[in-house]
């Protein structure tokens, strides 16, 4: 292990002793096995668990022995789930079995976790990579024989994989097949809210998505059409106490995190913006959107420095994505730094020469500094590439 990777695991694990929350540890063992990193994420989790003999570390910890190909400390890790949490592990005793090629005791695993609170839909299993092994044997095949879901949830998910393919008139068709068999059940009334939320109708959805969470409210699924439904209405605000309360449930997805900065972002809170990011970044360090987003909420704040530090490290991870160029730019023309914003729109353009917003900030940037033969160059090409906005700037500057 490097230095610099030994030092990183020592702060994490001394952030434990200090009382940081389960979900950190969470986050930051799946994004190390996510990276290739699994040995890291076990020796955090290992540590975590000397300190909290919590469910959830030993379901991390053997995802990660499960991408180290340490199978039998993966089983051992699910089987302690199971001690702490009655079935919480079966899923994933069933997933390493089948990675082993061994279909009949992971079919067996499989069988109990359809039985019990920790059942999954039929679509999460068939689109899980583990079973390839195992999916055309006969066991699979005889497995999938039984009925494992009533009616309603078999059409609840073709309504989702329909609102899915973009096929809205046939969710529509099969919404209208089940309303008249089960008006009150509560999949009606989510393919309700899916379908209504795919069509823009976002007061709707949110009405009945509320509904539901009255007799479930810590649903995840619901909680996060909550979330869509009330982003897609610009209730920002209220996005943001829906995307807070699956960070308090404790929901491993770090994306919550960027999808509550861009509420926070649109209210204006943009230190709590900016505390969200920096959270998602502590946990994925190169991630593009995210060091994109910290940039133009810093730049929005008017600290154009921490601004272009962000943008400026996007372009050393990601040095041939023309956004990060152009993300610079921008923010070099706020601080009427031209000349360093030509020099950045001018990269942007180089490995993407078909965006005429940057052919037009470009021929601004010109103007800036006194060159309007090169700028009207920039505007006309902006405007040959369908550039409306161009057209203003040819007729004030470039006919004569």
Known sequence: MKKTEILFVAFLLSGLIQGQPVLDYLLKAEALTNAGKPDQAIEILSSAIKEDQNGRFYSQRAEANMVKGDYSAAIADFNMTNNIVQFSGEYGLSRVYAIKGDAATSLYHLEICMKSPFRKSEKEI?????????????????????????????????????????K??????????????????????????????????????????SKLLES?????????????????????????????KLISNEVLDAELFIKRAECYRKTGETVKALQDIEKYLSVYPEDKPALSLAGRIQSATGDNLKALQYFTENIRIHPNDPECYNDRANTYMLSKSYDWAIKDYSMSLDLNPANSEVWLNKGIALLGTGNSEDACHDFRQSFTLGNKKATDYVSRYCIK
Do not use: C, H
Request: proline share 3%.
């Open 126 to 166: 068939m689109l899980d990579p583990a079973f390839n092994k195992i999916e055309n044997s006969p066991l699979w095949r005889q497995f999938w024989q039984k009925s494992w879901y009533t009616d309603i949830e078999t059409k609840t998910s073709e309504i989702e994989y329909y609102i899915s393919a973009g």
């Open 168 to 209: 809205t008139q046939d969710a529509e068709a099969i919404l209208s097949e089940i309303e008249k068999s089960y008006n009150e059940n509560d999949n009606v009334k989510y393919a309700s809210a899916l379908i209504n939320l795919s069509a823009g109708k976002y007061a709707d959805a949110v009405k009945a998505i």
């Open 216 to 244: 479930d409210p810590d649903s995840e699924k619901y909680l996060r059409l909550l979330g869509r439904a009330q982003t897609g209405s610009s209730n920002y605000a209220g996005a943001s106490l829906t995307y807070t």
